[in-house]
């Protein structure tokens, strides 16, 4: 497989040929999956990124070896240096551990490393003067919510570590926003998923815990993956959720950062895309992309898994014009099964 590193660049000149702005732009946890995504993204439109990844979860060839910095977030001064050497007019945060099991055995983890990572990078931000950032958030700051779609405004009540150290990261920004002038723009993601269908960018996450990569490993080896729970009150009995393709949230990512730096006040937008599906109706979307059937066991519940999450993204479509390109589940899968099945 190649590398990103191998793809050719867009011209630093592609913003200003498409009539826009390009910008300085911190992204940490580029290496990422949606981190990669983003940032393949803002290059693609010609803006200038710098990423910062300590690589404990990203990978290397996800981003151009010349645009990444290894650091850890922790290290405050360092990250005060690169952002004045690199004049960065806003950042992207990404860098966060995500798996929700794992929160619920070791928090102090999860809290080490999502709130105090995030606090140092905001302290950096304060010193270098850089006034704007977009943090990845998520559905999982409402806890088990008891209707859908989800808005913005419906109760804050995580119900993990995970989830609540993204509540208390929103929480931080909600002061710095008066006592420093830094504007935030927080995204509730729902499930990223799918990847990008030109690049060589994908999902590989170690372990990997997510449906659609699991269905599609399912169909390659042939090891069955675990239902969990078919006794849930939808109309299969199992759960459902809102799939938004990973290029429409790295959209969403550049939106907000023009529309911080453009002067918009701080806010809290979900990014999915108003539909929901079952892990069944999941199911039988792979098996129509692969053409194969899909080995699977139905099991027990999984501790704190919502019955449904969906979202309203009515407030991200009307105030920044986002919408989703690639909304119906049969793409995402086709993008996640090209990447999974490249050679
Ligand atoms: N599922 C299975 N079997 C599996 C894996 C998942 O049945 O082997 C089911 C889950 O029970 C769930 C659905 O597939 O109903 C989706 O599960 P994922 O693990 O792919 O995603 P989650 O909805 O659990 O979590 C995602 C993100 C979290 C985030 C959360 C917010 O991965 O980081 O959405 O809602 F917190």
């Known amino acids: 497989m190649g590398t990103v590193q191998e793809q ?8 200003l040929q498409s009539g826009l702005t390009p910008r300085k732009i911190l992204v940490t946890g580029g290496a990422g999956y949606i981190g990669s995504h983003t ?5 693609a439109q010609g803006h200038d990124v710098t990423v910062v990844d300590n690589l404990s979860k990203g990978h290397r060839h996800n981003v151009p070896a010349e645009r ?14 690169l ?86 990261v929103e929480t931080l920004l909600g002061w710095f926003d008066p006592i420093h002038h830094l504007t935030s723009v927080c995204l509730r993601y729902f499930n990223a998923s799918g990847c990008d269908p030109d690049s060589l960018l994908g999902e590989e996450h170690e372990p990997e815990t997510h449906l659609i990569p699991l269905l599609l490993r399912a169909v390659q080896t042939g090891n069955p993956v675990t ?29 907000a950062v023009e529309y911080l730096i453009g002067g918009g006040t701080s806010e809290k937008f979900n ?46 479509r009307e105030r920044l014009g986002w919408s989703p390109r690639y909304a119906d589940l049969r793409t995402i899968v086709e993008h996640a099964w090209k990447f999974a099945s490249r050679k």
């Open 227 to 255: 239902v969990f729970g078919d006794d849930y009150p939808t109309p299969d009995g199992t759960c459902i959720r809102d799939y938004i393709h990973v290029n429409d949230l790295a959209q969403a990512h550049i939106l």
């Open 68 to 81: 990444l910095h290894e650091l850890n977030l922790s290290d405050t001064a360092a990250l005060v240096r």
């Open 39 to 43: 940032v393949h993204m803002l290059l």
């Open 8 to 15: 050719r660049e867009t011209p630093a000149n592609a913003a």
């Open 83 to 168: 952002m004045r050497e690199k004049q960065c007019e806003a950042v992207i945060h990404f860098a966060a551990f995500i798996a929700v099991g794992e929160s619920m055995r070791e928090p102090a983890r999860y809290f080490i490393n999502n709130v105090s990572g995030s606090l140092s990078l905001l302290d950096a931000m304060v010193q270098a003067e850089v006034k704007h950032i977009v943090f990845s958030s998520t559905a999982a700051v409402y806890g088990n919510p008891h209707t859908t779609p989800i808005l913005e405004d419906f109760p804050i009540q995580a119900v993990n570590p995970y989830g609540e150290s993204k509540v208390m």
């Open 271 to 316: 990014v999915g895309t108003g539909t929901g599906h079952s892990v069944m109706e999941t199911i039988r979307a792979v098996e129509t992309v692969t053409g194969q059937k899909v080995p699977y066991v139905v099991g027990t519940r999984r501790e704190g898994d919502p019955p449904s999450l969906v979202a309203s993204s009515n407030k991200l």
